[in-house]
């Protein structure tokens, strides 16, 4: 049965864990709804992309290459092995999803059956280095993602083993796993690109099989000992320069740190090692208190796609690669679980509907690989390191496959379970089904939830429940049944005898709010940005008069705002601004510009900028002279 598959997140029942995750068909957004509208676009869109993209980009021949199918040189990157197996992942979890989609089933089918082909006799698997350097294998941890793909491969293994469907790729990735664990069980080696850690724990999670943990654990606490060569851009690019116990900044490329931080939490909880979760919320203090983005995008250097230093976040050169987004989304996640902290869903919520969604078109085919803040006029964007429109396919695809495997199993994410009670972290209109002390809960959700703040939940069990209710750290004023909440932690607790089914409304205000930045923060000092709920605004060239130049437009601090409608914009905002045109062309000089002409703005959620045509837009405005 679909409602009783495990989702990619399952911690045993002896680790230590404040939260429960729900089976993944516990939860079923409904049609119409945002996130059930981009779960269907994405099985009915962006899979079958990803599907397609696999063959015409080359991945898939890297492997026919291995057994012999196919001839000719590699195509792409050294390990778009993973872009496979993150498509395998999205695939078993759409099929968890819909059991019957006969042509995905097939497409797991046969490429599990060609992964296991390419398989070597010891349980080696990698197309790159089995065909064009096996001399090498094992050898250039530092840069040949050997244990990033194997990661890839046991992910998408566990989606498989809990949706039912890919036994030959769950013996598959067991055999390579098992080669994992006696080849690096006693030698002082790691990856240069976490992954195989978070993925090693949640094998074990499937199995019981300890040494998969314990691996886990060791590559953990090799890391920060300089083993890797940093000959490319350094030892904290790989996040080798300091023991995990140890670290008290994030640092480095993006994606490998929040990887890894995903395995030290997914370790912590299972081992019950404090020690090793602290470590994870230093980091955590650090990344989102001085190096993450409105949009809850991190990264802000293109060179190395690396956290900057405190308080470097340009707009403009934001990195805010997509898959670290995902990452971000699925550390907080796992720190949700561990401690109940009302922080980690708020930070899900923000990059869930700001930096993941805006990273895909609403044709559900086209992606940014990178998110700006702010794109400039007279952007040259014809090369795909920093496009000025989402393109179908990367040479690097990492994200597009990282995008359709979580949205696949996105209800994984909304609600958990503790002794008593249930608990909303995020809020989407559809039902609620599972069990709560043995007792069964369903829970049926109606919002217009993020453009609408109110939310009905009409509860029904016949036992004793608490029903906890995040309370955004956005949502001042908040109401549960017209009273003001009476907020803990986070949460709004609600008890009632629910017996018969009782409905609580609660109401989350989400009027249009102006948001300044940190005085640090010198690349946007003396500009403003626009929010609403959980929604970052931008404007956009097309939505400014011909000749307007988006530069020279500036926010009135004291506008009105009102709400607006656009095609395919449930929520526009109209604001007041003024047009304030250089009056030199001098690049530096002594004079001042003076008071524009007034100008009606509008502006759009974040994520759906890019959608009508390319052009600039940006987050972040400068406040007009008054």
């Not at 953990?220 to 490319?232: P, T």
């Not at 709004?492 to 989350?508: I, P, Y």
């Not at 005085?519 to 940005?529: F, K």
Request: charged letters at 25%; proline letters at 6%; a negative charge.
């Amino acid at each position: 049965m679909t409602e009783r598959i495990l989702g990619p997140v399952h911690p045993t029942s002896a680790a230590r864990s404040a939260l429960r995750p729900l089976f993944l068909g516990a939860v079923a957004f409904a049609p119409g709804s945002l996130l059930g509208d981009w779960q269907d676009r994405n099985a009915s869109r962006t899979l079958p992309h990803c599907v397609e993209q696999l063959d015409a980009a080359g991945a898939l021949d890297n492997l026919r290459r291995v057994t012999g199918e196919v001839d000719g040189d590699r195509r792409n990157m050294w390990f778009s092995d993973s872009d496979v197996y993150k498509t395998l992942e999205a695939a078993a979890w759409q099929l968890g999803r819909d059991p019957g989609d006969a042509e995905l089933r097939a497409f797991l089918d046969t490429t599990a059956a060609l992964v296991a082909k390419a398989q070597e006799d010891d349980g080696y698997l990698n197309s790159a280095f089995t065909v064009d350097k096996p001399e090498l294998k094992w050898r250039e941890l530092h840069w040949s993602h050997e244990l990033y793909c194997a990661g890839h491969l046991i992910q998408a293994a566990v989606a498989a083993a809990r949706a039912g469907v890919g036994a030959q790729l769950v013996t598959v990735a067991r055999r390579f796993a098992d080669l994992i664990v006696e080849r690096f069980g006693d030698v002082d080696d790691v990856d240069g690109h976490p992954e195989i850690e978070t993925a090693l724990v949640e094998l074990y999670r499937v199995t019981g099989h300890r040494p998969y943990l314990d691996q886990a654990l060791r590559f953990l606490d090799l890391r920060g000992r300089g083993l890797l060569d940093g000959e490319r851009f350094g030892s904290r690019y790989l996040q080798d320069h300091e023991p995990v116990r140890e670290a008290d900044e994030a640092a480095g490329h993006v994606v490998r740190q929040l990887y890894l931080l995903a395995g030290v939490v997914d370790v912590a909880v299972e081992i019950r090692d404090d020690a090793l979760l602290d470590a994870a919320r230093r980091l955590w203090a650090d990344a989102f208190g001085a190096k993450t983005y409105l949009t809850g995008a991190q990264g802000s250097r293109h060179r190395d796609e690396a956290f900057g230093d405190p308080y470097e976040l340009p707009p403009d050169r934001a990195y805010g690669e997509t898959c670290a987004a995902i990452a971000s989304f699925q550390w907080n996640w796992r720190m949700l679980l561990a401690t109940g902290e009302s922080r980690y869903a708020d930070e899900m919520e923000r990059v869930l509907y700001n930096a993941i969604a805006g990273s895909t078109a609403v044709d559900g085919t086209h992606f940014f690989y990178a998110n700006p803040l702010h794109l400039r006029t007279g952007h040259d964007g014809s090369h795909e390191d920093a496009p000025s429109q989402r393109l179908p396919w990367y040479s690097c695809a990492c994200c597009p496959p990282n995008l359709a495997r979580l949205v696949a199993s996105l209800s994984g994410y909304v609600a958990t379970t503790d002794s008593g009670g249930l608990q909303v972290h995020l809020y989407a209109a559809g039902t609620v089904q599972t069990t709560v002390d043995g007792v069964d809960v369903r829970v049926e959700t109606r919002t217009g939830y993020p453009w609408d703040g109110r939310v009905e939940l009409t509860v029904t069990t016949r036992a004793p429940l608490m029903l906890a209710l995040r309370i955004p750290a956005w949502a001042e004023g908040a109401l549960v049944d017209g009273a003001p909440a009476d907020v803990r932690d986070g949460y709004a607790e609600v008890r009632r005898d629910w017996t018969g089914g009782a409905t609580v409304t609660l109401e989350l205000p989400m009027p249009a709010r102006i948001v300044r930045p940190h005085p640090r923060i010198d690349a946007v000092r003396g500009c403003a940005a626009v929010t609403r709920g959980p929604l970052v605004y931008c404007l956009e060239q097309a939505d400014l008069p011909g000749g307007v130049t988006l530069e020279d437009v500036r926010l009135d601090p004291a506008t009105p705002f009102s709400a607006a409608s656009l095609p395919d914009v449930p929520v526009a905002l109209t604001a007041a601004g003024r047009v304030e045109v250089p009056a030199s062309a001098e690049l530096y000089g002594s004079g001042t510009s003076a008071p524009g002409e007034p100008i009606d703005l509008t502006l759009i959620p974040y994520f759906l900028w890019g959608n009508r045509e390319p052009g600039p837009m940006r987050v972040w405005l400068p406040l007009a002279l008054i």
